[in-house]
C-alpha cells in the first residue's frame, strides 16, 4: 500500500508493518489483491483469504526460482 | 562522514596489543556504507544504468495482485532482505576470522561497495526490465543457448554443494548435544501443529500461527535445558556425526516430498520471523554493550598455516567470505520475486544496491561476534580434533602453544556455561557465532545465567533456518534436475508424475547427502574441505552474473560503463580460478584435492592405514570423496572458464553492431499483452 507509511499514524504503521511481515514469507497484500480482482476483472470471483494464503503458499515453493539465499 | 569512517578505520588498523572498542568497526561500516549508497550508487543509477523513474515496472504493467504487485518499498525492502539474509552472511565471516578481524573487516567492506551492492542493484535492474525474468532466462537470452545450459548446470551444482554445507554447520552444532538436539528436533511437530492448524482450525492467520509456534520454540528451549540434564532424557538425544547425518538425509527426503503446507511453509514462518528479530536484537546488542574485540586485528595465520581453513590469504579469504561481500546466490533472488514487486524502477537502487548493503552489516555483526569471544576459545571450537585432540586440557596446550594462551579449566567452564559438556571442533560457525551472540545478548539481557539460553536460541535460529533452506532447496535442485534431465528425456519434466517427482527428489538428496557425509567423517572436520568448495561454487556464480551485466551493458551500448562490472568479474574470476587451481593441484595435502588423494593412496599402495581412516575400505572411500571434490572444483572453473568466453564472444559482437542489441521489454507506452 503506498499510502501506508504516511507519517504520524499508528494503525498505518501496523499496517505497513503486518504487509511486511507477511510478504517476508511471500505474502502479498490480500486486499490489495481483492481490490485488483474488482477493478480489473469484475466477471470473477475473487478467492477467499484462506484460498489465497493456500495457493500462495502452494506457489512459493513449487517455482523454479530461488526464493532465498544461503 | 568520510573523516570519522577515515578515523574509525586508522583506529582498526594501527591499534595493536590492545583491545579495540566494537564501536569503531561499527563506525568504518556504517561510514563507508554511507559514502558508498550516497556516491557510488548514485552514479550507477544515474550514469550506468540510466534508472527512469517514468518507465512503467513489471509490477505495474502485469499487476495481477498475486506475483506482480506494486509495492511500497520499504515493505520491499524487507521481503527482499529476508529472501537474500541466510545462513552465509553468519559463517563465513566467523571463519575467517582466523586471521584476525582486519583483513575480514576490509574485504567485507571492500567487496561490497564495488562488487555484491553491484551486482545485486544492476541484476535486480535488468530482471525488471525483463518482466522479473529468471538469471537462467536472461543469460539464455542475452549469452545464447549454450551459455544458458551451462549457467544451469553451474546453478544446479551450487544449490547441492550449498545444501551439503549448511548440513554439516547444522550437524556440527548438534552431535554431541541433547540440548539442542532436542530443540531443533521439536521444531518438527511444532511446524506440522502450525501447519494442521492453519489449513483446518485457522485458515490462513499468518500471525496467530506464528506467535503461537514461537511460544512453543521458547517452550523448547526453556525444556531443552531439562533434557540435557537427565540422563535418561538426554542419552535419547545424543547422536554421533554419521547418525546425524543419516538422518538429515531420511528428513530432506520426506519433508522434500510432504506437501509444502505441513511442514515446510510454517517453518518458514518461525525462521524468516525469527532470523529478523535476531539480527535486530543483535544489532541492538552491539551498540548497547559496544564490547571489545579480543580477536588481534591480524594473526599469524595470514600465511596459510590456520587451523580453520587452509590456504593464504590470498585467494582464500576472498572465497571463505562470500555473503556479507558478494553473493552469486542474490543474484538469484534478485531475479525471482523482488522485481515483479518494484513499484518503479528508481527503487532498484534503494532495494537492491541497499538490501546489500544491510546484509553486509549483518557479516560485520557475525565478525564482531566471532572476535568478541577469547582468541584462544575460538580457535579451541573452530580447530578439528585431528589438531588439537579431545580434552580440554590438550586443546589448550596446543592452542596456547599457537600463541593464544588459554587454560584447560578456562575452556571447560565456557563450555559448562552454556550448557553443553564440550564445545571442542564445533567448527562451522554457527556455535561460535552462537557463543559470540550469547556473550552480547546476556551482556545485556541476563547476564551470565542466561548465557546458555542464549546460546540454545542462538543454535535453534541458525539450524531451523537452515533446516529451512535444506527443504525448499531440495525442491528446487529436483525442479532443476527435472529441467535438465528433461532436454535429454522428456518424460523426466513432467511435475506431475510422481516417479519423476521422487526420482528427481532421490537424486538430490544423493548428491547432497554424499557430500555431506564426507564431511562429516573427514579428519579435518568438513568445513575445512568444504566451505572453500562453497565459496569458489557461490563467487563462480557471482562471476556469472557479473559477466552476463557487463555483457548487458555492452549490449545497451553503454561499453564507456562496463568497467563497473567489468572490473569485479575480473578479480572473482581470478579468485576463483586461482582458489580452485589451489584446491586442485596445490602440493601440500592440506589444501589440494588430489595431493591429499595421492598421499593417501600411496599409503594404501604400501598397505598402511592413516588417520581417520579406521580400515582399508575407509581409505578407499577416503581417496574417492577427493576425487570427487577435485571433480566438483574442475566443473566449477570450466563453468567460469565457458561463462566468460561466452561473454567475451557477445561483448565483441556487441561492440561491433551500431545500434543497441539488448533485448529488454516494456518502455513505457509499449503495452506488451497481459493476463
Known sequence: ?70 | MAIVGAAAFAMLAFTRGEPVNAAWMVAAALCTYSVAYRFYSKFIATQVLRLDAARITPAVRLEDGLDYVPTNRFVLFGHHFAAIAGAGPLVGPVLAAQMGYLPGTLWILGGVVVAGAVQDFVILTFSTRRDGRSLGDIIRSEMGAAAGVVASIGIVMIVIILLAVLGLVVIKALTGSPWGTFTVMATIPIAALMGLYGRFLRPGRVGEISLIGIALLLFAILYGRTVAETPTLAALFTFKGETLALMLMFYGFVAAVLPVWLLLAPRDYLSTFLKIGTIVALAVGIVIIMPDLKMPAVTRFIDGSGPVFSGNLFPFLFITIACGSVSGFHALVCSGTTPKMLENESQARFIGYGGMLTESAVAIMALIAASVIDPGLYFAMNSPAALIGTTADHAAEVISSWGFTIGGDTLSAAAHDIGETTLLSRSGGAPTFAVGMANILAGAIGGRGMLAYWYHFGILFEALFILTTIDAGTRVARFMIQDLAGMAVPAFRDTGSWGANIAATALTVAGWGTILYQGVVDPLGGINTLWPLFGIANQMLAALALTLASVVLCKMKRERYAWVTALPTLWLLICTLTAGWAKLFHPNPSIGFLAHAQKFSDAAAAGQILTPANGMAQMNRIIFNDRIDATLCAIFMGVVIATALFGITAIRRALQSPVKTSREVGFEGLEVGHA
Request: glycine letters at 8%; a positive charge.
Open chain 1, 1 to 70: 500500500m503506498r499510502e501506508a507509511l504516511a507519517p504520524g499514524s499508528l494503525s498505518l504503521f501496523w499496517r505497513a508493518f503486518r504487509e511486511t511481515a507477511h510478504l517476508m514469507v511471500g505474502l502479498p497484500d490480500y486486499q490489495r489483491y481483492v481490490a485488483h480482482v474488482a477493478a480489473r476483472h469484475p466477471g470473477k470471483i475473487a478467492m477467499t483469504k484462506a484460498e489465497f494464503v493456500a495457493e500462495r503458499t502452494a506457489r512459493r515453493y513449487e517455482g523454479r526460482g530461488v526464493g532465498r539465499c544461503c
